[in-house]
T-cell receptor
Framework: RKEVEQDPGPFNVPEGATVAFNCTYS??????FFWYRQDCRKEPKLLMS???SGNEDGRFTAQLNRASQYISLLIRDSKLSDSATYLC???????????FGKGTMLLVSP | NAGVTQTPKFQVLKTGQSMTLQCAQD?????MYWYRQDPGMGLRLIYY???????DKGEVPNGYNVSRLNKREFSLRLESAAPSQTSVYFC????????????????FGEGSWLTVV
């Protein structure tokens, strides 16, 4: 079974902190990479795609290291509303499906 | 803006009972999926339909059947429910099969909480 591994957390941080999540994947042929966000008792929603050169969306920065099969998500200036579970997601070449990590829980406190 | 709609939201079944989870999307998407999510296990794919008229097994298909009724609707059936099928079920859709370069966004329904006693 293809694996996507994440630190389950929870990560407890104060507002304004910077926090980083890591993810590793087992299939070196994986093609596409994403971060999804899932609020408690809600459905997952796409946060951002992860590109080879790294990409940024406001306070969120995603990085990909294909050689190490490693993906990261950095959140700067954490807000209370960032509290959620962050899912690392991988699509493999030739597969019409996505493989989800188990998620990392983030709790931002005042 | 409905997106992906699934019913029922909550259901309690007795062991051995059957039921069907309904899912419909109004985004004219070609591909649809059923996932289950269990504590400590993450999201696991049960079945998917890459396009109308086709269905394929995912990672955990045993105990389930699916029907792609038309382009909009994709149902999941439990023929004889077991306690191991207690889970949260998510239906999802994407505009094209995820093997294409632009088919990389998957949209989820709000989930169906199923308990089998």
């Amino acid at each position: 079974r293809k694996e996507v591994e994440q630190d389950p957390g929870p990560f407890n941080v104060p507002e304004g902190a910077t926090v980083a999540f890591n993810c590793t994947y087992s299939n070196s042929a994986s093609q596409s990479f994403f971060w999804y966000r899932q609020d408690c008792r809600k459905e997952p929603k796409l946060l951002m795609s992860v590109y080879s050169s790294g990409n940024e969306d406001g306070r969120f920065t995603a990085q990909l290291n294909r050689a190490s099969q490693y993906i990261s998500l950095l959140i700067r200036d954490s807000k209370l509303s960032d509290s959620a579970t962050y899912l690392c997601v991988v699509r493999d070449s030739g597969y019409s499906t996505l493989t989800f990590g188990k998620g990392t829980m983030l709790l931002v406190s005042p | 803006n409905a997106g992906v709609t699934q019913t029922p939201k909550f259901q309690v079944l007795k062991t051995g009972q059957s039921m069907t989870l309904q899912c419909a999307q109004d985004m004219n998407h070609n591909s649809m999926y059923w996932y289950r999510q269990d504590p400590g296990m993450g999201l696991r794919l049960i079945y998917y339909s890459a396009s109308e008229g086709t269905t394929d097994k995912g990672e955990v298909p045993n105990g389930y059947n699916v029907s792609r009724l038309n382009k909009r609707e994709f149902s999941l059936r439990l023929e004889s429910a077991a306690p191991s099928q207690t889970s949260v079920y998510f239906c999802a859709s994407s505009d094209r099969v995820l093997t294409s370069s632009s088919g990389n966004t998957i949209y989820f329904g709000e989930g169906s909480w199923l308990t089998v006693v």
